[in-house]
């Protein structure tokens, strides 16, 4: 069923649905799917929409990826019988302490219950996404790819409406060309929230209903990922490796992986906490010089680099999670800070809490409950689930090691995580990563090493990599609040450092050395990583939606 809307002189579209869902990622899938079931089981009619910003589903979806199945397990038992692409099972864990020689490796025992991964698997987890996505069309799902949401409609009281998609054939300087289409509305009983990390709307409904007020700062990472074609002779299906330490020794904190996929296959990456500190510092460049370790070297040399990504991750775990209920629309995943960072892990407890959202929302319109309410009974649901609980256990992970560092913190994990049962005295980090940054004056240069073209290369081969495209001349879709900050703050008193934080190259100063220098957008490189929605010193930066089917696509990643 279609009318017009009347929206600031632009006619309008608009469709009903019980449920719109944004977003089609584990989390997105997963509340779908379940909701589908719910309603053929009870024999409930049931109209459900998901919009997926991507071109095609899975082409945003970015991870390591470990998978624990236990959610899968749940929504999908006969999910192996059905094809579902989970074909690595992981067959031992390696934990290392990096230096820039070598590493202390340590045995078995010593390794965090939360790092061990016996019955996971290693997966590629946008081709997982891409299957969830057939499952939930065979059940009679509508899924629309290339697709975004760049609004959130609201009626007279305040509560959710739905959406609306962007606006498309919108120029550079904000005209209509002649291919001009306004976006869609899209209506509904609920709307649910599965953005992934730093959702545009997620951010936007936090802020109005004040979601977090009860919860800590949250915090984030930024994990680069690349897929490598290695020689067999160095090649281990389902060996797991993760390591701390080097070359994070400058005050920053985070963690490595490499995982070895069938087929001579591996992934590899570096996860930084972004709380650090040093303007100067480019974590790019950090997880290039990481390749060149004995270690990964070792498995990497006379192969070839297959694949390049980075995306932001949230990760300020249960103590930063929020509110996830609001007056007709629920969040969930890492829209409402679901990861499990102990783990380094999240697609489990997303779906989990698509998972109850659809339980909680079912009940509550199979029984005729009114459009537009705020089901508060989904936080107290979600937060006593094995997901909730699991979150629970794992509350001082993060803030340790932001206090501690890797290896006092790691310790004070261990015996949280193995002897108390995560009933320690909870530690908590209420400081926002973005206000961490010192002035530049006050920071130490780093001279890092030019690409070796073999296993460290630069920005522009590796966002080619990452198959990104955009439409040429459309509405750049990162905003600036205020025009001057770039040069007049971020330039004299942090060095400019977008042109470092950001993983692809987008933020760039020209005229540096005249009497008018300007900040260059190169919205075209953007991977929708988001770190620059986040990391900006002065909170200047905001990544909104842009034309529907722009950004990487990491088909096999």
């Known amino acids: 069923m279609t009318d017009t809307t009347q929206t600031e002189a632009i006619q309008r579209e608009s469709m009903e649905y019980d449920v719109v869902i944004v977003g089609g990622g584990p989390a997105g899938m997963a509340s779908a799917i379940k909701l589908k079931q719910l309603a053929d089981e009870k024999g409930h009619e049931l109209s459900i929409c998901l919009l997926e910003k991507s071109a095609e589903v899975g082409a945003h979806i970015l991870s390591g990826a470990v998978v624990e199945p236990r959610a899968l397990n749940e929504l999908i038992p006969n999910w192996q019988e059905l094809g579902a692409p989970l074909n690595t099972p992981v067959k031992r864990d390696e934990l290392h302490m990096f230096n820039d020689k070598g590493s202390i490796?340590?045995?078995?025992?010593?390794?965090?219950?939360?790092?061990?991964?016996?019955?996971?698997?290693?997966?590629?987890?946008?081709?997982?996404v891409r299957w969830l996505g057939e499952q939930a069309e065979a059940l009679g799902i509508e899924i629309y790819p290339g697709f975004a949401a760049a609004e959130v409609l609201y009626h007279e009281d305040g509560s959710i409406k739905g959406v609306a998609t962007p606006n498309n054939g919108v120029d550079a300087e904000g005209n209509h060309k002649p291919s001009f289409e306004p976006g869609m509305e899209l209506h509904a009983k609920y709307t649910i929230f599965a953005e992934g990390c730093r959702g545009q709307l997620g951010k936007e409904l936090i802020a109005r209903f004040?979601?977090?007020?009860?919860?800590?700062?949250?915090?984030?990472?930024?994990?680069?990922?690349?897929?490598?074609?290695v020689d067999p002779s160095v090649h281990e299906a389902g060996k797991v490796v993760h390591g701390s330490g080097w070359p994070l020794t400058k005050g920053a904190t985070g963690g490595s992986f490499l995982y070895h996929l069938n087929d001579n296959m591996v992934t590899m990456g570096l996860i930084i906490d972004l709380n650090y500190s040093n303007p100067h510092f480019s974590p790019f460049d950090e997880f290039q010089r990481m390749k060149h370790h004995p270690e990964?070297?070792?498995?990497?040399e006379g192969g070839k680099r297959l694949g390049y990504g980075a995306r932001a991750i949230t990760k300020g775990g249960w103590n930063a999670l929020v509110k996830m209920s609001v007056p007709g629309g629920l969040l969930i995943g890492c829209d409402a800070g679901t990861l499990n960072f102990a783990k380094i892990k999240g697609t489990h407890t997303a779906m989990k809490s698509g998972m109850v959202a659809a339980e909680v929302l079912f009940e509550h319109l199979s029984n005729g409950g009114e459009a537009g309410k705020s089901l508060d009974q989904f936080d107290q649901a979600f937060r006593v689930s094995w997901a909730g609980k699991e979150l629970k256990k794992s509350k001082s992970f993060g803030p340790a090691l932001h206090k501690f560092g890797p290896w006092l913190g790691g310790i004070y994990s261990y015996i949280d995580q193995v002897f108390?049962?995560?009933?320690?005295?909870?530690?908590?980090?209420?400081?926002?990563?973005?206000?961490?940054m010192k002035k530049a004056s006050e920071c130490e240069k780093f001279d890092y090493p030019k690409?070796?073209?073999k296993l460290s290369f630069d920005k522009p081969s590796s966002v080619f990599l990452s198959n990104t495209f955009h439409e040429e001349d459309i509405f750049c879709h990162l905003t600036l609040k205020d025009q001057t900050i770039p040069i007049e703050v971020n330039l004299k008193d942090y060095d400019a450092p977008e042109q470092r934080y950001c993983p692809a190259g987008v933020y760039e100063i020209i005229g540096e050395d005249t009497d008018?220098?300007?900040?260059?957008?190169?919205?075209?490189?953007?991977i929708h990583c988001k770190t620059c929605d986040i990391k900006d010193p002065s909170q200047n930066i905001t990544w909104i939606a842009p034309e529907g089917g722009g950004g990487p696509s990491y088909s096999n990643m």
């Not at 108390?420 to 961490?436: C, H, I, V």
């Not at 008018?516 to 953007?526: R, Y």
């Open 105 to 128: 490796k340590f045995p078995g025992i010593a390794i965090p219950p939360a790092m061990h991964n016996k019955g996971n698997y290693i997966v590629n987890l946008s081709n997982i």
């Open 210 to 229: 004040d979601l977090d007020k009860d919860s800590d700062a949250q915090h984030y990472g930024i994990g680069f990922k690349e897929l490598w074609e």
């Open 296 to 300: 990964f070297a070792k498995v990497l």
């Open 420 to 436: 108390l049962r995560g009933f320690s005295p909870t530690l908590r980090d209420n400081t926002p990563d973005y206000s961490q």
């Open 451 to 453: 690409p070796d073209g």
């Open 516 to 526: 008018s220098p300007a900040l260059q957008i190169n919205g075209q490189n953007c």
